[in-house]
């Protein structure tokens, strides 16, 4: 367990403490290993390891742009908008991060990477990180569960400031609930509300992402370079980027993007919320490749025809390969096809041989 000159003012125990963030980075900092332990680079450090990527791709929020930046305002990373000084005031609870920054966190915070910061504690820290979950009020009876309870309590807290509120001052119970998706039949799981639900229980079901203006390459290179090579074999001419697309061709790749991203977001949200969520997301890419290979394996003028009578049989492919498949609205059209450029970018599918 990593300490340092700071610890007695980050223990709960000894910090008057307002608002729920500042608790839990205050309760957490002493065990998270690999990170500033000071109250500044904490919150740098933390928050910069456990937010997905794609928040620094994303343009920047309403509010962000239209607020003139102060002398003292962070400009880059993911505290982007925020006065510098602000961060020990979050972190000592005296101040409520925004909604509008909390809603960014909460759509963009990957609850894995909060576990697996939590999960390097020791054993005699874990012991220690459950006696403090306890003054706070967050009660984990195996030692198992705290990487778990700690990433829930933070989407919680996350979840509260967006919408204005916070889990502290405003009395808003929290109690993570180990078994919500496990040992219940997926098969009765649905999505409303924003929520997905599942027997009793329900968690948030995230907004999908937005493509970013700028592809991400670590994402969506090899797909994209696919893509483009059934475009260029259509249209008979070198085609590097959307720009050197004909107008008319441009809301069709548009459009694909964002069918890769709903199925990006669904991967997140499964990976999130679900027991062996990742495993059952993988389940179905296999199912829908078992049902749309020979289509794309079949003989086409060019690439993009290929590519299009692909999708189209993805479209309306009955997926069965995992019970997740029967989640009303969760898999619809759109979640399809953006499997079927998840699957280019495992070099399952090929729209034109040789361009991967």
Known sequence: MKTNGDEKETHLAETAVTYALGVFCQLVN????GVDHHKKGFMKDFFDAVLEGDIL??????????RKPGKTTITAG????????DLTRFYNGS???PSWKATEFYQHLDVSEVE?????????????FQKELIKA????????ELPSATGKWLLSVLKANADGRDILVDGIGFQPEFDMFENLPLASGHISNGKLHLGRSSVPWKTYPIPPDKPDDHLEKTYLTQMQAAYADHLHKPINCSDDLPQTCRPEYAKQREYFYDAEGMRRNLR??????EQEFDALKVDLYDGICDICASDYADGLLRMRATLSQAAGFPLSGSAIAQFPSMI????????????VNDHKLEWVQGNA
Not at 57 to 66: D, E, F, G, L
Not at 137 to 144: A, G, Q, R
Request: hydrophobic letters at 35%; glycine letters at 4%.
């Open 116 to 128: 697996r910061l939590c999960s390097d504690i020791s054993v005699d820290a874990l012991a220690d």
């Open 57 to 66: 791709s994303n343009p920047p929020s309403r509010h962000h742009r239209n």
């Open 272 to 277: 999130d919320v679900i027991e062996n969520g």
């Open 30 to 33: 002493p065990y998270v290993s």
């Open 332 to 343: 619809k059209a759109a979640e399809k096809k953006g499997l079927c450029h998840m699957l």
């Open 137 to 144: 009020n967050i009660k984990v009876s195996d030692i198992s």
């Open 95 to 97: 101040k409520k991060i």
């Open 78 to 85: 993911v505290w982007a908008g925020i006065n510098e000084t």
